[in-house]
Antibody, heavy 121, light 110 residues
Framework: EVQLVESGGGLVKPGGSLRLSCAAS????????MNWVRQAPGKGLEWVSS????????YYADSVKGRFTISRDNAKNSLYLQMNSLRAEDTAVYYC??????????????WGQGTLVTVSS | QSVLTQPPSASGTPGQRVTISCSGS????????VNWYQQLPGTAPKLLIY???QRPSGVPDRFSGSKSGTSASLAISGLQSEDEADYYC???????????FGGGTQLTVL
């Protein structure tokens, strides 16, 4: 069974840092691009960042560029998101999602269960 | 403000057919494929339709997608109570160089 399990969320003060992890299983992790997508409480979905299968291509939403860093360890079947200089508006459930398909036509499938990040003093 | 525009809400009675629209521009829907996601209350999003019209295995054929120009639609026929959820459209945006989502449509089964 294809599965993604996020961890690392929690409460952090504004300006603080947090590192999210996503453990993948049930598929050849090193063959797929991966993403982080977030959802603020009561709001819609927002793509955060993506990384290609061998980390050659990395993209960020403007809202997190310069503050967040996506990375992966194919040997550990794991995806990461290092979040620095956190702001209140970064409060959200963060989902890990696999990319399927070719560039510009790809879709997110599956999604993890999400991990909640709360930025508050 | 989402790049793709969806109605915030939709509703229907059991057995009815409902459609949810998704409006974009030439840089996203107009030049790339559209995907739809279903998010049941308290759960993670799930892929519902990909590449405009394709259903993943396990998705009932009551769900169908279409695209014309810079707009797309999700149709649900034979509406059931378990279809009550939030629905999101998404597409790659050439100007932003990343995927964009609609604001989501909350479907209520009356």
């Amino acid at each position: 069974e294809v599965q993604l399990v996020e961890s690392g969320g929690g409460l952090v003060k504004p300006g603080g840092s947090l590192r999210l992890s996503c453990a993948a299983s049930g598929f050849p992790f090193s063959s797929y691009s991966m993403n982080w997508v977030r959802q603020a409480p009561g709001k819609g979905l927002e793509w955060v960042s993506s990384i290609s299968s061998v980390s050659g291509y990395i993209y960020y939403a403007d809202s997190v560029k310069g503050r967040f860093t996506i990375s992966r360890d194919n040997a550990k079947n794991s995806l990461y998101l290092q979040m620095n200089s956190l702001r209140a508006e970064d409060t959200a459930v963060y989902y890990c999602a696999r990319y399927v398909g070719a560039l510009k036509t790809q879709w997110f499938d599956p999604w993890g269960q999400g991990t909640l990040v709360t930025v508050s003093s | 403000q989402s790049v793709l525009t969806q109605p915030p809400s939709a509703s229907g009675t059991p057995g009815q057919r409902v459609t949810i629209s998704c409006s974009g521009s030439s840089s996203n829907i107009g030049s790339n494929t559209v995907n739809w996601y279903q998010q049941l209350p308290g759960t993670a999003p799930k892929l519902l339709i990909y590449s405009n019209t394709q259903r993943p295995s396990g998705v009932p054929d009551r769900f169908s997608g279409s695209k014309s120009g810079t707009s797309a639609s999700l149709a649900i026929s034979g509406l059931q109570s378990e279809d009550e959820a939030d629905y999101y459209c998404a597409a790659w945006d050439d100007s932003l160089n990343g995927p964009v989502f609609g604001g989501g449509t909350q479907l209520t089964v009356l």
